[in-house]
């Protein structure tokens, strides 16, 4: 089982450390486009109109100013930079050590910068959307959308694909269908459903966290997941066709 889950907007910087080291990352048929990116990236920041280029406020300048220089910047594991609603409800600080072997091993981020990294691979802090254009680059999830495929498509070989992304995200790498279950959640409240933002967000990370901390093996097609699911929430399963991946719908009390 791998889960594919998407950055978080806001990140924690590294307080000390080495800097990020790209032939250390995983995926490195990455490395070239993540230079690529880096570099223009970083071209961009520096620019009067840099916030408005990537689609941030004044209070976000400092995140932005570190887009410049990130090179030099510390890094620390990806978990540990990447916070937020998802990722507080992951909990990865709380888990056991075999847990967090388990998450390192089984956990990969999909990213407008880096493309994809693994859970343990150390990054600094970033400010930058899958949804934003770079010049000589163009819109990230279309550059990415081809690198992506070539680099995951052995890495997910043989694993079933829970996808926690947003739309966002998924529209940068589409895995296959037949083992890929891409995640929903709604409220329901006298039959009548909702899609709802933050609860989304909080609820993959507590799925994520259950399909890591659970006992018993990992769920390896999509029927088991349901099941995993269910042992703690009202669940759907939508089976997939020969184009469309499976949906697992997770339905909140409202």
């Known amino acids: 089982m791998l889960i594919l889950l998407p950055p978080s907007e806001g990140k924690t910087p590294a307080d000390a450390g080495a800097p990020v080291d790209l032939g250390q990352l995983h995926f490195p048929g990455l490395t070239g486009a993540r230079r690529e990116v880096a570099a223009a990236l970083a071209d961009v920041s520096a620019r009067e109109d840099a916030l408005a280029h990537l689609g941030v406020g004044a209070s976000l300048a400092h995140d932005v100013l570190r887009n410049t220089r990130l090179a030099a910047e510390p890094a620390a594991p990806a978990h540990s930079i990447y916070s937020g ?11 056991t050590p075999a847990q967090k072997r388990k998450a390192d091993a089984g956990v990969v981020v999909v990213s407008g910068l880096w493309g994809a990294v693994a859970f343990a691979d150390r990054i600094p802090a970033y400010r930058l959307s899958m949804s934003v ?6 819109k990230l999830a279309g550059f990415w959308k081809p690198k992506l495929g070539a680099a995951l498509e052995a890495h997910a070989k043989g694993h079933l694909l829970v996808d926690c992304r947003s739309s966002t995200y998924a529209a940068a790498w589409t895995p296959a269908p037949e083992r890929t279950v891409a995640v929903n959640v709604f409220t329901e409240r006298d039959g009548t459903r909702k899609v709802v933002s ?13 399909l890591l901390t659970r006992r018993g093996k990992s769920p390896e097609t999509p029927e088991q997941l349901a099941r995993a699911a269910g042992e703690k929430w009202a669940v759907e399963l939508v089976p997939g066709t020969a184009r469309k991946h499976h949906t697992l719908n997770i339905i909140l009390a409202d």
């Open 85 to 95: 609603v998802l990722y507080d409800a992951l909990g990865y600080h709380r888990m």
């Open 133 to 138: 254009g770079l010049p000589g680059v163009g």
């Open 198 to 210: 933050h609860f989304a967000k909080h609820t993959r990370g507590e799925l994520a966290r259950h």
